[in-house]
Structures are given as C-alpha cells and as structure tokens.
C-alpha cells in the first residue's frame, strides 16, 4: 500500500516571499503520479500542479514549481510570490495507475499567507 | 468549463436514517470516485466505479454504503443507516480516461449526522 506523509502540519509566509511545502511518499511501484491539492476555506479540491513519475524534469505552474526526487521519494511544492489567497490547506497526493487510477492523500499542511 | 456538481451542499440527518447523495460527473469521464473528509482529517478514498460496477473500495466503504450509477448521469452514494461518525464531507470525482489522470472534484456535500 502507498502512503504519504506530509510532516509540516502548518505554515505561515509574508505576502510576496517563497514557501516550501514538503512531502514524502512510500511506493514499490515505478509508474506513478504525484499531484498537489488546494482546498481553500470553501472546501473544494483544487488541482495545482502534477508530476509524472518518468518524467525526470520537475512540473511549474507559473508561481507554483515542484522539487522531484524520485530516488528519495520526495516531492516538494515551492509557491513562489505568494498572494492572500494562496491561503489553503494543500494536500499531495499520489496515483498509482494501475489501482484505478484513485488518489492517496497525505496529511495535508495548512499555508497562511501574512499581509 | 465543464464541472463536477454535487448536492445537496449540506445534508443534516439522524443518526440511523438513510441518506443519498448526488453527484453529476462531467459527462464524457469514465473513472468515478467518492472520497470523505472527516472534519480536520486527510482526504480517504471510499470507491472507485468504472464500466457501471465497483472497481476497487476501500475497508471504510462497508455494506453500509453503496454506490449506483442510475441513468448514465448521475452517481450516487447511499449510507443506509447513518452513525455519528459518518459526519464528514464527502467529496464525489471524476477522471476522463487511463490517459488523463487530472481528478475533477465536485465542491463536496458536508454531511452532519446528528
């Protein structure tokens, strides 16, 4: 079974800096993805931006860029520039797709972004 | 932009009455999912639904629950007989196919068992 462990539980960034996000996973498997959520107070899931495992270059989404390393089974999330409504819990999460292609998600870390 | 609904928005129930809740996937997806959010919790898979059966459920998923596809539309999650702990947010997903694996989410149904 996969799992995925998110071990900040809660940050907080001035409006316009740069915040980490981290996130490790644990799978035996090679061909996989890796997605990180937003859910802002209104609850909703958000897709932000999606890793696939063979792809060695790491995904960006304009402000948002991930760290990558399969080796290490790490995948960090950097929101660079962040703005008040980057304020959200973010979930990572992984997909293994021959398991129907159904989401694992860590424990999530909730981002507060400071005027 | 095509989007996953999902009502009602709020349902509050007694414990041990039966609920349904409604989701409309976007229409061309073929992968459906349920998942629940307990209060303050991580987001945990209860089903998977592909080519109008259950392809994967998890140990949460008992026979309490159910899931049906009725009409090539909707796609709905029953709990038979409610419990305290069933409060959650649930929230329904749709996927387009194997070769797009982005999760659509619908903005979830807050169910309070009370």
Redesign the interface.
């Known amino acids: 079974a996969q799992t995925v462990t998110q071990s900040q539980p809660e940050m907080s960034v001035q409006e316009a800096e740069t915040v980490t996000l981290s996130c490790t996973y644990d799978t035996s498997e090679s061909n996989y993805y890796l997605f990180w959520y937003k859910q802002p107070p209104s609850r909703q899931m958000i897709l932000v931006i999606r890793q696939e495992a063979y792809k060695q270059q790491n995904a960006t989404e304009n402000r948002f860029s991930v760290n990558f390393q399969k080796a290490a089974k790490s995948f960090s999330l950097k929101i660079s520039d962040s703005q008040l409504g980057d304020t959200a819990m973010y979930f990572c999460a992984f997909m293994f797709k021959a398991a129907g292609n159904k989401l694992t998600f860590g424990g999530g870390t909730r981002v507060l972004v400071k005027p | 932009e095509p989007e996953v609904t999902q009502t009602p928005s709020h349902q509050v129930t007694q414990m041990g009455q039966e609920v349904i809740l409604r989701c409309v996937p976007i229409s061309n997806h073929l ?1 459906f ?1 349920w ?1 629940r ?1 307990i209060l303050g ?5 209860l089903v ?1 639904f ?1 080519n109008n059966e259950i ?2 459920k998890s140990e949460i998923f008992d026979d309490q629950f159910s899931v049906e596809r009725p009409d090539g539309s909707n796609f709905t999650l029953k709990i038979r007989s409610t419990k305290l702990e069933d409060s959650a ?1 649930y ?1 329904c ?1 749709s ?1 387009p196919g ?1 070769a797009n ?3 659509f ?4 149904t ?1 169910l309070t068992v009370v």
């Open positions: 992968y999912y998942y959010q919790q991580k987001v945990e898979f998977s592909y392809s994967e947010m929230f997903a996927i194997t694996t982005e999760a989410f619908g903005q979830g807050r």
